[in-house]
């Protein structure tokens, strides 16, 4: 049975703080529905209605390009660890790139992370759990450091470069408002 709230509770605050990967849904009002999953030290609750989370350089840049058409979002953890539990909120996002006026201010949330592209700004107006009890067990080993290594052996041009290739549109050809530079 699903529990809804107005706002991220203390208590679902310490759950998503324990979290080692969560996962985001969005989808433009056409193309593809796209569903990431996300790891690292990489999310902050700022508030019982907003959270944060700074995105590295990967693939594509599908949630910046659907956030432009469409900015309703889903962030969604599970617990594979101890007691069953499915958590999602659910609001709007925008996506801040480096050299927009609140890029520092959020950035500086974080540790610093090589490659990083853009952080989620995310409005929350919904949270709910569910049990949880099909979710697997798994344990935790640690998080994978391959996303650092690669974004130093591209270094500073070569990322610039990644990002202008693969970055600047969607999968469906969608703006992703990455500046160019």
Not at 33 to 47: A, F, I, W
Request: aromatic fraction near 10%.
């Amino acid at each position: 049975m699903a529990t809804q709230y107005e706002h991220i509770t203390e208590r679902l605050q310490d759950f998503i703080a324990s979290q080692q990967m969560y996962f985001v849904g969005t989808a433009a009002p056409d193309g593809r529905v796209n569903v990431s999953p996300k790891g690292l030290d990489s999310l902050r609750v700022l508030g019982e209605n907003r959270v944060i989370w700074l995105n590295g350089t990967g693939s594509g840049n599908e949630t910046a390009a659907h956030l432009l058409r469409n900015p309703r979002i889903t962030v969604m953890f599970c617990a594979f660890e101890g007691k069953p539990l499915i958590l999602r909120l659910y609001g709007t996002a925008r996506a801040v790139h480096e050299g927009d006026q609140e890029w520092d201010e959020l950035i500086a949330h974080f540790p610093p992370m090589l490659g990083a592209r853009n952080i989620f700004d995310v409005a929350v107006d919904l949270v709910q759990t569910s049990c949880g009890f099909g979710v697997p067990l798994y344990e935790y080993e640690g998080q994978r450091t391959l996303m650092d290594s690669w974004a130093e052996n591209k270094g500073e041009d070569g990322l610039l470069r990644y990002h202008r290739e693969r970055n600047t549109l969607s999968i469906d050809g969608f703006p992703t408002g990455m500046p160019v530079r």
